[in-house]
């Protein structure tokens, strides 16, 4: 509250906190479903490798020195004062950090596949072939990540949180209805990173 008064009508918080519940509800739907048909496709030491090279790429994302999450602050200061030119400054500086930081992983990631097999010798042989662009797509699907998290700290700011655990859940299940498509026709590894690919395209796009 701020002076006696709500800062957001009871509506649109309660539309806030139903739409996150069904964000929070789908990730865990999909999970249940997907995680094990994944093992089932691959099998668990393809899976295990999976598991491993995404753990790799997602400790990364400290790389954005907490850019993310602290530009929604300077967003809502801008907003607060109706200052176009600051908002604009701040959306302009957080994008053209996080590409930066993004060009930078992704150089990190192509030495990484490069050299994946001689730092971990005991990966498949059916992927050492392979891991060398592995790596830099997933490093590429997290950049995307980045950018998008830019946009939906604008429409947070300004309580549309529907807006954005809609286009969190519509990608949630693009991103599952590719990746059960792209194992069933037995693309393996490089069709579960065109899956996740395509529903952060979506993500950014939309």
């Given at each position: 509250?701020?002076?006696?008064?709500?800062?957001?009508?009871?509506?649109?918080?309660?539309?806030?906190?139903f739409s996150?519940?069904?964000?929070?509800?789908?990730?865990?739907?999909?999970?249940?479903?997907?995680?094990?048909?994944?093992?089932?496709?691959?099998?668990?030491?393809?899976?295990?490798?999976?598991?491993?090279v995404n753990s790799i790429i997602g400790a990364m994302g400290i790389a954005d020195f907490g850019i993310r999450g602290s530009t929604q602050r300077f967003i809502n200061q801008a907003i607060a004062h109706s200052d176009d030119d600051e908002l604009n400054e701040v959306v302009s500086t957080?994008?053209?950090?996080?590409t930066l930081i993004s060009l930078f992983l992704i150089a990190v990631s192509l030495l990484l596949g490069a050299y994946f097999t001689d730092l971990f010798p005991k990966t498949p042989r059916e992927l050492e072939?392979?891991?060398?662009i592995v790596t830099p797509l997933l490093a590429l699907n997290l950049s995307i990540?980045?950018?998008?998290?830019?946009?939906?700290?604008?429409?947070?700011s300004i309580e549309r949180f529907e807006v954005v655990n809609g286009i969190r859940i519509t990608s949630l299940f693009l991103r599952t209805a590719l990746v059960v498509w792209m194992l069933l026709?037995?693309?393996?590894?490089?069709?579960?990173?065109?899956?996740?690919?395509?529903?952060s395209v979506y993500s950014l796009a939309v």
């Open positions: 509250m701020k002076g006696g008064r709500l800062i957001v009508s009871r509506g649109v918080f309660t539309r806030n906190l996150n519940w069904a964000s929070l509800l789908c990730d865990v739907a999909v999970a249940i479903f997907l995680t094990p048909f994944i093992i089932h496709s691959l099998g668990l030491a393809l899976y295990g490798v999976w598991s491993f957080a994008t053209t950090f996080l072939d392979i891991m060398v990540t980045f950018i998008t998290s830019v946009h939906e700290n604008i429409l947070m026709d037995g693309y393996g590894f490089l069709g579960l990173i065109a899956a996740s690919l395509a529903a």
